[in-house]
């Protein structure tokens, strides 16, 4: 099925390990972006991008990196993992034009805790 | 910086009423509106999405509608049932497609 899938969906580290979360989209989308979501507080963005080779960060983008080197991958790198960061993330994608822009289509998530 | 404000932050409604959720912003220059609904450990499904220039979106039982001048959005689901029961987010997006999102209202629909 077409969609944004998310890779791993459950992470535990210890602080200052580094990892990657994976995220990739099958629908030809030009925008994807990062979410975190912790209790009581929505979602907030972390990092977007609008085509390969194109990203720009959000509101709390500390501690993270993004690079797209293609249009259908968009992974969310932690450099050195702290217990600020435990939460779900949330990877999401649209069409940036055109027909159906900016309705988001959101990955399951990815649980990660950091000890 | 906008806000996107949500209350109440939880409601229970038995089966057959009409539900109205609420969503407020402090900016009126929005680009678009758009209403999520997200189960328990799963991620988020787009259900309306309201352009700036229109003032209501329906699909089935919802019905979105949006208020610039007064900072705000309702969402009313009509006669609900058991498998309505989510967090419903609302979200003001910006012309580059980057979303601020309200922290949602749990919603429980009784049998």
């Known amino acids: 099925n077409a969609g944004v899938t998310q890779t791993p969906k459950f992470q535990v580290l210890k602080t200052g390990q580094s990892m990657t979360l994976q995220c990739a989209q099958d629908?030809?989308?030009?925008?994807m972006s990062w979410y975190r979501q912790d209790p009581g507080m929505g979602l907030r963005l972390i990092h977007y991008s609008v085509g390969a080779g194109i990203t720009d960060q959000g509101e709390v983008p500390n501690g993270y990196n993004v690079s797209r080197s293609t249009t259908e991958d968009f992974p969310l790198r932690l450099l050195s993992a702290a217990p600020s960061q435990t939460s779900v993330y949330f990877c999401?994608?649209?069409?940036?034009?055109?027909?159906?822009?900016?309705?988001?289509?959101f990955g399951a998530g990815s649980r990660l805790t950091v000890l | 910086k906008q806000e996107v404000t949500q209350i109440p932050a939880a409601l229970s409604v038995p089966e057959g009423e009409n539900l109205v959720l609420n969503c407020s912003f402090t900016d009126s220059a929005i680009y678009n509106l758009q209403w999520f609904r997200q189960d328990p450990g799963k991620g988020l499904t787009s259900l309306l999405l309201i352009q700036s220039s229109q003032r209501e979106q329906t699909s089935g039982r919802l019905n979105a509608s949006l208020d610039k001048s007064s900072g705000r959005s309702t969402l009313y689901i009509a006669a609900s049932q058991p498998g309505d029961s989510a967090t419903y987010l609302c979200?003001?997006?910006?012309?580059?497609?980057?979303?601020?999102f309200g922290a949602g209202t749990q919603v429980v629909v009784t049998p």
């Open positions: 999401a994608s649209s069409r940036y034009r055109g027909a159906g822009a900016n309705v988001l289509t």
């Open positions: 629908m030809n989308h030009e925008y």
């Open positions: 979200a003001d997006s910006d012309s580059w497609g980057k979303l601020q």
